[in-house]
């Protein structure tokens, strides 16, 4: 399990840094579909299989459609292409690559003396929905009234424009 | 309760002289000479309600969580200084009143508040009440000089507001840093002045906290250093403005080191005298030298000032008897002074459209009055024995002399260059040829004249009989230096 | 582990083959109901007329027009082959056989497959650079996003009562009464949302030849277009395969063994869904939208409700 | 949920049902009065739903929030805040043209989020309050997305907040594989011990955590949206943006920080003082280069941020109440500030009054207003006789209090250079006006409505700055409930 946890979580970041350096919209969005599957390999992996379940389905399998969707709807052709291809200069991904590199050294250090991820117990739906609705109920009805926000403020904006 | 009185009635007659000059300017300059009236005959009426050492005094809660309270208390040097309030407030609103006509309702409304604020400033024994006030006189100034100021008036109200400002910032960091230490002595959140006094500081805080509180009022006094806003802003001022500004703003800063630096920090006080000493007398001989330059009237008498507020300083830090009085003295003596000197000269702005003297000249004989007066008023500047000026400026040569003589000997150095500048002026504005500035202005009017002659009356008073007023001021000076604890 | 790899070479197999095989049996199934005979001249009953389309789509030039977007063009065909195949190891044929229970999330991992197989449809329309590819990408993609919705819901009725989303368990649990009983309501919905998941007719429109000429697979032909092609009968069978399990009680039944009842069932929907096609016109785009948002929704949501209530009450 | 958690958290429930009643309203009536009629006495009744939820107070309700003394206070703190952006606004969007009634809705959900925030105990509180807050925003900063400015706005501030969001749950993602738990409380017993669970990760947590809300809060060096929202918004919800958002999350941050026993951490504090030391100085001096009324204050409110996270250091409960009232002084200042921005450019279309030039002889021309503005600016600059004096006094008294003499420093020179350009543009409304230019300015005439409140809050703001126990008090109250371990 120990292999497939790593072999995903390379595929995720891999991925990942093709959806940044990739110039071709689409393509950046194959990668982070990529990316969002090997997330849920890792979660599945970690004992969470419902949490990958719901990352293929919502994430995966619905919000990116979207992205695809509206990405085709642009119709971006090889001008953006070049475009984009311009803004990738040494000049703006040094510094944040930089930083990230800091960022994971720091994290892979700490993790080699800390704990390693080991597979918990594995967790079913059944409890996953007994918390979600037992304390984290409130969590759940801000959550909606979050995605009312955004369904309100999308309502408005896409209709004046 | 007439403490309160003393703070509100300026106050109250600022908001009303705003709200009725809609009806008609009159209003305003009628209501506030009555305001000014009103608070002078307040002061004079037997002050009672106080014990002690106090005259009067009144203390309530104000934001009692934080432990400031609206604490108000006058002894004989309050006393004298808001009498002096009072006057000099009566006479700016006379001599504005024909010089303003624009926005005259607003106009009073500040003039009035800063009143307040140094009314306030003079009573309050809250530190932070004191701090309030401190900063309420500068808004309404910044006021006065921005909207009714000369041509650079905004330079001046901005560089104005920020020195001073700057330094209340120090002196509020220091008054918070004072009362947090003394809430770690006895776990008491307080910022009343006679409390404050006792606590006990390390040498090396005590000074930290000296200079920022030193500082603060050295820019306000102006300690030559600090000074560099005062001409600006004198000049850019409208007269009534630089009459408060010399004859009030400044005593306030005096004031401050009088009340609060040496009694609350008298070991770090004693130890800096001679610096400030030597700030005093760098004032005197260096303010009386540019004053000497100037071709600009009003800058000549803010450099003037300058001089003899150094007088001040000089005289504070020798700290005696004699020098404290001399003090006192000097800074009755210059408000009545330097006011009508100011207003002189903004009556000789409203003639002749102009403040440079090498435009003026021989103007004896077209104004003699105006130009008696001016002579008068130069002379006392200088100090002329039997006016007031040298009764404060001797005092306090004497008992600095005791303590330094090299301080005091400087010092009279300045006193003669004061001498230069005063006749300097003059003679280049009254006699000699008459510039053609066409047509023969009009001389002082009535109103004016009355102006300078309780100002002349004041002057001689202090100068022929100056005992009243020491008597007056004594027990408030004796209060300050039991306080001190300085031998 | 030969055990296991049998099971998954087997169920690959059979699934393939059958997958081809359809396109035979759609074929003379449309026939038979159209009153005309369908293909029957190579080898016994048109049997073999499988092979012969096979070798003529795997001997056509393999060709990416230039075009097209060629790392999408090529990826397109394979996602939906891949995750149709993918959603099918979840699927208990029988309690023997069977790939992978997805620790007792089998149902979501179903769900997940098929809403990642919209990406063949959407990356080939968009990567054959071509507006009538492109529209029906749209089309797709807007559809089955809606019907994922109620795809799913419906099934919550199912999960509520059976307490789990491990199909093995839904199955056992239908040991008394299949679930088409109590989820009537949801087998509808579910049924319904499924056929437009792998748009199949009467829900083609992604694809729909009098419009879009072909829709998505405009530009594809030879093996890439063999594989959507089959990909389709591979989704047809998965669906009649969860509609089976989930509804009907999966490889339960009395006296046959339990692989041939599953057969028996799934085969039966298969012949439905044919049969929908030879019944049914295409709708409207907007009447499918309509239709999927305004009454399929509300009722996925009712049955669910009702569901709950029930199950609390009880 | 037991009847009194209900009770507790009544104000985020009644809050909840009137946004449903607005949204049906809407839906049924498409009526610009009626939406904010029934906002406004949402927000009343919300406002009402306090008294009960202190009876059940302090009480932790779930995990996810604690409605205590200090919830409470800021709750109604920020429903006040709002209540008055929405006095403020319906003039302004009455001369909008586009349909306004959305906009109360919005309103209404941004608040929510906000209530969430202040009484959140738990990250997920914190991460979805925080959200609440954030995405209605965007719809409230591109409300009329006719001129292309609050659109701009809009998709900037999407992009921050959505880095800012990153950070957020990277740092409290290695929190809590630090600490296996999410809960405040917990987080705090967790590192009971003297320097337990303190190493590196954790420190890397809490420092992209407080990232993540420094983009919010714009505390410098992540303050760079901040002009162009501030600029790009209506007036109004430019208001809403520096003072209840801001609000909300400082106030979270205050908790997380007390409750989880984040603060007593040498790295810690000195980061925050260099966020702090770092906001004041270029908030300040950036302040100085703009000749946007609205850009000014933007920078101007980094700088406060700034004076803020002063007060913030002096932990405990001092700095719960230092907080607290500079939060108060801060809102009412600054909303009395756009208030008159607001005032001045509804009923002019599309177009705000917001050029330092436009502003040229406000006193003479619109005496009241300016001098609301007036006194606006000095509370900003921390002068006598308004709220922000006593701010700055509580600000200045928390860096000495703790003796950071770097950080008290700071802020006089902070001030120093603050004046400044308040008071340039104190000069400028002094200044007689020119001729051609007042006709722009002129043209606001404001709304009943608007100007009431406008006066409400100079009101409140002379009146606490001269008289502050009550609030004092009030506050003072509120900190010693707020059930800290």
Known sequence: MTVTFYLAAVVAVAATLQVIISANAVHALLSLIVSLLAVAVVFYVLGAPFAAALEAIVYAGAIMVLFAFVVMMLNLGADATRQERGWLVPAIWVGPTVLSAVLLGELVYLLRTGSAPAGGAVVSPEPVGALLFGPYVLAVELASMLLLAGLIAAFHLGRSS | MTLVWLVLIPLLGGCLAWLAARRSPAWARWISLVALFAELALLLVPVTGGHGRWLAEVDLPWAPPLGIRFHLAMDGLSFALILLTAVLGILSVLASWTEITEKVGFFHFNLLLTLTGVVGVFLALDLLLFFFFWELMLIPMYFLIVVWGHERRVYAAIKFFLFTQGGGLLLLIAILTLSFLYFRQSHVVTFDYLTLLKIHLSPGTDTLLMLGFFIAFAVKLPAVPFHTWLPDAHTEAPTAGSVVLAGLLLKTGAYGLLRFVIPLFPDASVHFAPFAMGMGVAGIIYGATLAFAQTDLKRLVAYSSVSHLGFVLLGIYAWNGLALQGVVMQMLAHGLSTGALFILVGALQERLKTRDMGKMGGLWTSMPRLAAIAMFFAVASLGLPGLGDFVGEFLVLLGTYRIAPAFAAAAAAGLVASALYALLLIQRVFHGPPSGTGGAPPDLAPRHLFVMGIMMAGLVWFGMAPQPVFDAVAPGLDNITAFARIP | ?314 | MSGDDILAILPLVVLGAALSIVVLGIALRRDHRQAAILAAVGLVLTFASLWPAALAAPRQVTPLFAIDGYALLLMGLIIAESFAVLLLAHGYLQHLGSSADEFYALLLLTTLGGLALIAGSHFVSFFLGLETLTIPLLGLIAYPSDPPLPLEAAIKYLILAAMSSALLLFGMALVYSRLGTMEFARMAVAQAGEGQGRDLLWISGVALIFSGVAFKLSLAPFHLWVADVYEGAPAPVTGFVAVVSKSAVFALLLRYFLAAGVFRDPTVDLMVGVFAIASMLAGNLLALLQNNVKRLLAYSSVAHLGYLLVAFLATGAAAVEAVLYYLTAYGVTTLAAFGVVTVLSTGNGSTEIVALEDYRGLAWRRPWLAGAFILSLLSLAGLPLTMGFFAKIYAAAAGIHQGAWPLVGALVVGSVIGLFYYLRVIVVICMPGTAEIPQRAEAGTGSVLGLATLAGLTGVLVWLGVYPAPAVGLIRGAARVIGLP
């Open chain 3, 1 to 314: 582990m030969m055990a296991g790899l049998a099971n998954v070479f087997g169920i690959l197999l059979v699934l393939v083959i059958t997958a081809a095989l359809l396109t035979w049996v759609e074929r003379r199934l449309l026939g038979l109901w159209q009153d005309r005979l369908g293909p029957n001249r190579v080898g016994p009953a048109g049997l073999l007329q499988v092979v012969a389309d096979m070798i003529k789509i795997l001997f056509k030039e393999d060709w990416v027009p230039p075009f097209a977007d060629r790392i999408g063009f090529i990826l397109a065909p394979a996602i939906v082959m891949a995750a149709l195949l993918l959603g099918f190891a979840a699927i208990p044929v029988t309690p023997g056989i069977g790939v992978w229970p997805v620790d007792g999330v089998g149902l979501l991992f179903i769900l997940a497959m098929i809403s990642l197989s919209v990406y063949s449809t959407v990356l080939g329309g968009w990567a054959s650079n071509n507006k009538y590819a492109i529209l029906g990408s749209l089309r797709a993609v807007a559809q089955m996003l809606s019907y994922e919705v109620f795809l799913g819901l419906s099934l919550l009725g199912v999960v509520l009562q059976a307490r789990s989303f491990d199909l093995r368990q839904i199955v056992a649990a239908q040991a008394g009464m299949w679930f088409v009983v109590p989820q009537f309501l949801g087998f509808l919905v579910f049924m319904t949302a499924g056929i437009a998941a792998i748009h199949r007719l009467p829900f083609d429109l992604p694809e729909a030849e009098s419009e879009l000429t072909a829709g998505f697979h405009t530009e594809y032909s030879g093996m890439k277009f063999g594989i959507f092609f089959i990909g389709e009968y591979v989704g047809i069978v998965l669906v009649s395969a969860m509609l089976a399990t989930l509804f009907f009680g999966g490889w339960l039944g009395p006296v046959l063994p339990p692989l041939l009842w599953f057969l028996i069932k799934t085969g039966a929907f298969v012949a439905f869904f044919i049969l929908l096609r030879a019944a049914l016109p295409r709708p409207r785009y907007d009447q499918l939208m309509a239709f999927g948002w305004k009454l399929l929704l509300p009722l996925a949501l009712l049955n669910l409700m009702v569901t709950a209530a029930v199950l609390l009450a009880f």
